[in-house]
């Protein structure tokens, strides 16, 4: 298909994914499901061409069929990509083959869009990292697209992960903890971590087995040397005895401020993949429950919504950048709020912009821990969870979370009250707020998009009345107003 447009991202992701769908299967006797890709190219001329795979041949990548097949004679210096599919980076096709991010460097692509990344958590992001070490600048498909592309690549999908690490490891390196972990050994993994895992995936084999150690080198956890297995940096943070021994940057710090002024700290040192059990224990055993006081009657709520606090802290632990060694990931809980800390700006290209409006595309820092957590029912396969937990917050009638960046943490808050929105505003701006204003505040806390007539009617205020608040609200920063006349909306900033 050949037509010319110009360049709107978000046309050109939904043509890429309509082209996806018509990705011609290979017949295999193995059961294997193939991926459904599709590729869209913009020339510098405004022409585009689209390819699936399978289009042409049976097994050919959509890359391949659109550059080499499609525009083989072509000049496409300067072309724009849009792929559901994170290309194939170099070292993961067997030879004399060509990766296809090899084959749009030299195809001189100026900009790529990927849907999903590579499902295989010892090769994800390594096609993405070799385009932009290449000068290439990559971007991710909208958030809700990416959902559609897993949808039709269900099957795919889950055979993937199974048989993830099976291919030949890629040479491009995201982390220096991919490599084997200097002086360890398999004995420095901590069997009570290593049962938790296998018990919540529900493995078969037994701990320790050739079996359940295969999985462990296929998922990037455990190194082959020498015809031996050793463990990796990633293997120690996951399964390690003491991890923060080996790395400072290892675990989690946590704190606790009463409302009567004392406060309390632990360290938690232990392998991650038991430091949510353990941090939920802490909190149940130490916080007092919270009350709703807006009602008449005392209704009794759990002294935080540990699901939203397992999802940051999980979270928060997968995405760091362990690169930054001299901090690690903190959470700390007060009367109002919870707030989760982790090193490292959000992985690129996502911006904190996307995550504060929860829109933000699927994508891991450290693949490799995000495929034990999600294995574990602890993480989305490939996101950040933001939106569960806006979902959740929403639900609870909760102010929705904030993201901030105080350099070098990444922080999200969560609240911990409907009131908690008001009172952890900058002391400068709460005292320039009127009671009714402040009221006003605490409800559109829980909001994302709003109309001045839906604020009006909620908080039973005249119309003037609420244009006033609003008036007030922009000039602190509050809310940004959006459209116009009839389409006009006030998006809330939670600042």
């Known amino acids: 298909m050949q037509r010319k447009t110009e360049l709107e991202p978000r046309a050109l992701m939904k043509l890429a994914i309509e082209v996806m769908r018509q990705s011609v299967s290979e017949p295999r006797d193995d059961g294997k499901a193939s991926p459904k ?9 405004g022409a585009v061409v689209t390819a699936c795979r399978g289009e042409l041949r049976h097994g050919d990548h959509a890359e391949y069929t659109l550059l080499e097949r499609k525009n083989r004679d072509s000049r496409l210096d300067g072309s724009v990509l849009f792929v559901t599919l994170e290309p194939c980076a170099p070292g993961a096709r067997r030879d004399p083959k060509v990766d296809c991010a090899e084959r749009i460097r030299l195809a001189r692509t100026k900009e790529v ?24 600048e990559v971007h991710i498909f909208d958030r809700d697209l990416q959902e559609l592309i897993e949808q039709v690549n269900k099957e795919f999908l889950a055979q993937a992960l199974e048989r993830a690490g099976a291919k030949k490891p890629v040479e491009i390196i995201l982390s220096s903890l991919e490599n084997r972990f200097p002086a360890a050994v398999l004995t420095d993994f901590a069997d009570e971590a290593l049962s938790v895992y296998r018990e919540r995936v529900g493995i078969t084999e037994p701990v320790g087995s050739d079996e359940f150690n295969r999985r462990l080198l296929q998922q990037g956890l455990l190194k082959e040397e020498d015809g031996r297995l050793v463990p990796t940096g990633f293997g120690i943070l996951v399964f390690g005895r003491e991890p923060r021994r080996a790395m400072r940057q290892a675990g989690l710090l946590g704190a606790i401020h009463y409302p009567n002024g004392e406060h309390e700290r ?22 007092p429950n919270v009350f709703d006081r807006s009602k008449m009657q005392r209704e009794e709520r759990p002294p935080l919504p540990f699901e939203m606090v397992r999802e940051a802290v999980v979270n928060a632990l997968i995405h760091r950048d362990y690169d930054i060694e001299g901090g690690k990931c903190q959470i700390v809980v007060t009367e109002d709020a919870v707030t989760v800390s ?62 901030t960046w105080d350099a070098p943490y990444l922080t999200l808050t969560l609240y911990r009250s409907a009131e908690a929105a008001v009172k952890t505003l900058d002391q400068v701006v709460l005292n320039s707020l009127s009671k009714s204003e402040q009221q006003g505040w605490q409800w559109l806390a829980t909001k994302e998009t709003i109309t001045s007539n839906e604020y009006a009617q909620a908080l039973r205020l005249p119309y003037r009345t609420a244009m006033n608040h609003f008036r007030r609200f922009q000039e602190l920063g509050l809310l940004e107003k959006t459209g116009s006349g009839r389409a006009t909306q006030y998006r809330i900033l939670h600042p």
């Open 37 to 45: 890709v599709g590729a869209v190219l913009v020339k510098p001329d």
């Open 113 to 136: 869009w990927i849907g999903i990344q590579d499902p295989d958590p010892t090769v994800a992001r390594k096609g993405i990292e070799h385009l932009k070490n290449n000068g290439i």
């Open 266 to 287: 632990k360290e938690f040192d232990e392998p991650a993949v038991m430091i949510p059990d353990l941090l939920e224990k802490w909190l149940n055993d130490k916080l």
């Open 342 to 403: 982790s090193p490292g700006t959000p992985p690129p290209p996502i911006t904190l912009e996307q995550l504060q409006s929860f829109t933000a595309p699927m994508l891991s820092r450290n693949p490799e821990l995000h495929f034990v957590f999600a294995r574990m029912g602890m993480a989305e396969e490939q996101g950040l969870g933001i939106r569960s937990l806006r979902d959740r917050a929403k639900e609870l009638g909760l102010p929705l979370p904030r993201y």
